[in-house]
């Protein structure tokens, strides 16, 4: 099938992928427990007639269809499907409806655009031969998603060869309104995290010079550390850390006896992350004995870089080409830093997440991630769908055979 019809049949769709998006963005739920959002999927495929991967009980969904056109790849195609603790501006007649909790970053787009895709190929499975996955991911907000599916089988009977994924919104930049993005660099980061824990005996507020001060210890470390990537790290690498979140002490004339501060460090090389990890190690030990405070310190990898391959970004970068143009696709050369799990699904397999802005302020879409006025401009789903669907067509179709 050419990019025109393929553009032609889902341009029709578009009507049901507002629908579903709309229905999901309803019920936002939290990390692994979906158990509203899975059974919607579920009852979305089963009304198309689209089956699910034998044997799978792990968390979320995942849907699988045979094409009709003899042997081929098993192409995946992943969405992320959770939400996040956030309450929602009112007034939206499909805002949501579990009070403190809402989809604040397009997840419930990306299951719309998804379940567009397999729709598209479930009807043309006699022009293409191969496996179609669909995995449905939870937690990718606060991770853990991607690798929990990994374990419990999602990438098996039978294993993908390539991987599929894209974010909503504006997420990338340099995307303006319905323009798709395709990168070759690491285009989103490495997440780690770290606690720390300054402690000393306590005492009286009066009466300093008696005892070591965490608190003193902890606002120290946290200004110290603020400094370590512009004095450690080559400024043409890129890379944050921050503390975000710090806890000590009950009453003003009371030097307590612990200070806890938890902060994220984002890279995009792993020699930077390596580099980073050594330098908050240093920065807090030292920093507790000038203190004479103890400490308890850990850092926790949390997950790598997102990296496509060249070989389907091309491929990918030439579907959303061929389906709308050149004004409408740009190659992204501006990282993000912000994290997401699909890259435990491409360090396992050849793929491209891409972008989709969907951010649209003339018309009163702000898609200003993790906000209470997070929105999306639905217009632009379809284009999505289309470029999940004629990207796995060509990969049905034996584009990248070695």
Partial sequence: MDATEVRKQIELLQPRLVEWRRSLHRIPEISFDLPRTESALR?????????LQPGYDGPGVVALIEGGAGNGPVVAIRADIDALEIQEVPGRPYGSTHPGRMHACGHDAHAAMALGAALFLQRNREKWGGTLKVLFQPAEETMGGAQ?????GAFGNPSPDFVLGLHIGNIFEELTVGQVGVGYIPIMAAVDSFNCTMTAAGGHGAYPHTTADPVLAASSAITQLHTV?????DPIDTAVI???EIHGGNARNIIPTEVTFRGTVRTLRDGVRDLLEARIREVLEYTANVHRCGYEFNYTRINPVVQNNPRVS???RQAAL????EAEVRTLVKPSLGGEDVAFFLTRTPGCYFGLSAHNPEAGFLSHHHCPVFDIDEAVLWRGSAVFSLSALRLFGGALKD
């Fill in 242 to 244: 921050t503390v975000g």
């Fill in 322 to 325: 061929d389906l709308l143009g």
């Fill in 148 to 152: 929990r599916m990994l374990e419990c």
């Fill in 229 to 233: 990537v512009s004095r450690s790290v």
């Fill in 314 to 316: 091309d491929l990918v």
């Fill in 43 to 51: 009852g979305f495929l089963e009304q198309e007639g689209i089956g």
